[in-house]
């Protein structure tokens, strides 16, 4: 005899919520990998474009030129408006502000360092992120955040001493240290002003006033005006740039900080110096010694640590 199917039983409402509230996180956590992957690309078009001489401001010109261009297609085929109000003018600026200041600095840094350990060092955003959120917003600071970040510390100065014994550039430090403090307030800042605008539309005016203050520095303090691009794959570099790292990490960031908060995001960003040091060891020969490994290691650990225990 054959056997009597089991009674299917409808879910009740409040499994269905759950059933969509966990697509929905899972959909979050989703967002905000594919946002550390294509951010981890960076060294990847810009260690190629120094290679041919242009220096950091004019690599991340073209960068954030091409980037401009690519949203506003976007945004145009979409059929939305460009109108915004005047809070969220000066929010917009203050996000491009904050992403000049932190992608030049960290741009900077790959002169002084291999670029595999500037992504590393650029990752101690999240434990920034967590004290910013304890100080600012009173979110507490729980012992195994402290335990984090001594964890942090200790691979920092592992990396220090580099792999073979030779301390790494203080100026090389400071910038990453500058880069990931900015990036930290700029996540802080994405999650906690509630701009009533898309995804697109928000990075579209970020990248937009991220340049003008690029071109500012570029012609007061840098190379002067970028010069053009006279070579095929030069475009194609500043064509890559514009597009992983910058259209479509911001835009995986934005929505992941809308589902699961700036520090889930900030967190799941390992995913970014892990990119960063495969393309530096595949691509580029950096090495990779034990006390190196070590020290990314304890860098990625502190942060698992605190992704492990927040709720």
């Known amino acids: 005899m054959p056997l009597t199917p089991r009674p299917v039983i409808p879910a009740t409402c409040g499994e269905r919520r759950r059933t969509k509230a966990g697509i929905f996180a899972f959909k979050g956590f989703a967002f905000a990998a594919l946002s550390a992957i294509c951010y981890g690309t960076n060294p990847l078009g810009a260690l190629h474009l120094y290679a041919q001489n242009y220096s950091p401001e004019t690599v991340l010109f073209y960068r954030f030129f091409t980037a401009a261009l690519l949203l506003f297609v976007v945004i145009l085929a979409k059929g939305s408006h460009f109108k915004i109000s005047f809070r969220e003018f000066g929010a917009l600026v203050a996000f491009g502000f904050l992403f000049a200041v932190s992608s030049l600095t960290?741009?900077?840094?790959?002169?002084?360092?291999?670029?595999?350990?500037?992504?590393?060092?650029?990752?101690?955003?999240?434990?920034?992120?967590?004290v910013l959120m304890a100080v600012f917003f009173k979110e507490k600071i729980k012992t195994w955040t402290i335990v984090s970040i001594a964890i942090s510390m200790a691979g920092v100065a592992l990396l220090y001493r580099g792999g073979d014994g030779v301390p790494l550039s203080t100026v090389g430090l400071m910038l990453v240290f500058v880069s990931s403090i900015s990036y930290a307030i700029y996540m802080v800042m994405a999650n906690r002003i509630k701009l009533q605008m898309g995804s697109v539309k928000m990075t579209f005016y970020a990248i937009c006033f991220c340049l003008v203050f690029l071109l500012l520095y570029s012609v007061t303090l840098g190379s002067g005006l970028p010069p053009v691009f006279t070579q095929a794959s030069s475009w194609g570099w500043g064509f890559m740039l514009g597009l992983v790292p910058t259209v479509l990490s911001l835009i995986f960031m934005v929505k992941a900080v809308k589902i699961i908060g700036s520090t889930p995001t900030a967190i799941l960003g390992a995913l970014e110096p892990v990119t960063a040091v495969t393309i530096g060891v595949l691509v580029f020969g950096e090495v990779l010694t034990g006390r190196l490994i070590a020290g990314i290691l304890l860098i990625l650990g502190s942060t698992v640590l605190i992704a492990a225990k927040r709720k």
């Open 106 to 130: 960290y741009y900077a840094s790959f002169k002084y360092m291999d670029a595999g350990l500037a992504s590393t060092l650029l990752f101690l955003y999240p434990l920034e992120v967590s």
